[in-house]
């Protein structure tokens, strides 16, 4: 199981791009970097998964360099609907979904 | 494509009862996990359904249970509840196949409260 490290909590403005970074140093050579979203009172949503290099959808990019021992998630001109916690997470063959702590981001008008 | 949903949204129960939820998939679907979040421990997995048999269990105790149905929907029962059980229960429904790639869709989850 890949333990993750992620900031608890981020501030941004509206129209800022926000890039939250996560740890996860013991990842394992199967395992896939994915990100959820959850907003209060809601279950999480997949955002975005990757292996490596970057990858790019309608809502979010993903970074992951060659040794992944890190990534970051990159969200572009945020606005307030997208305040909401953040999970990373690293997701192997067999492991059922280990969720941390997540980042909660705040985002100002 | 309907999504997942849970029923009841919101429960009351007392001390020493037992519950029973109820998860429906997205069509398709033929795994059915389940998780408990709360403010203190977080979102905590409890087990997996697949094709009617559990997959995955996570470190809760035997007062947690549950199955899963040929329509792949899924029961979650807690019996002789205690004031810690009360929390947000979400159930996460997926194709099926290995995790790693196996995107999990939540339900908007069913709030416990005990009493």
């Known amino acids: 199981l890949a333990k993750t490290t992620q900031p608890i909590s981020m501030d941004s403005y509206e129209g800022q791009e926000v890039n939250i970074t996560c740890s996860h140093n013991?990842?394992?050579?199967?395992?896939?970097i994915t990100w959820y979203q959850q907003f209060p009172s809601q279950g999480p949503r997949f955002i975005i998964q990757?292996?490596?290099t970057k990858v790019t959808n309608e809502v979010a990019s993903l970074f992951i360099p060659a040794d992944r021992k890190s990534s970051t998630l990159s969200l572009p001109r945020v606005s307030l609907s997208d305040t909401a916690v953040y999970y990373c997470?690293?997701?192997?063959?067999?492991?059922?979904?280990?969720f941390g702590t997540g980042t909660r981001l705040q985002v100002f008008p | 494509k309907a999504g997942v949903t849970q029923t009841p949204r919101y429960l009351i129960k007392t001390r020493g009862q037992q519950v029973t939820l109820s998860c429906s998939p997205i069509?398709?679907?033929?795994?059915v996990s389940w998780y408990q979040q709360t403010p203190g421990q977080g979102l905590q997995f409890l087990f997996e359904?697949?094709?009617?048999?559990?997959?995955n269990k996570g470190n809760f105790p035997g007062r947690f249970s549950g199955r899963q149905f040929s329509n792949s929907r899924s029961e979650m029962n807690v019996s002789t509840l205690e004031l810690g059980d009360s929390a947000l229960y979400l159930c996460?429904?997926?194709?099926?196949?290995?995790?790693?790639?196996?995107?999990?869709?939540f339900g908007p989850g069913t709030r416990l409260t005990v009493l």
């Open positions: 990757g292996y490596k």
């Open positions: 996460a429904s997926s194709l099926g196949g290995a995790a790693s790639t196996d995107t999990q869709y």
């Open positions: 997470l690293g997701v192997g063959n067999t492991d059922k979904l280990i």
């Open positions: 013991n990842i394992a050579t199967n395992d896939y």
């Open positions: 069509s398709g679907h033929r795994s």
């Open positions: 359904y697949f094709s009617e048999t559990q997959r």
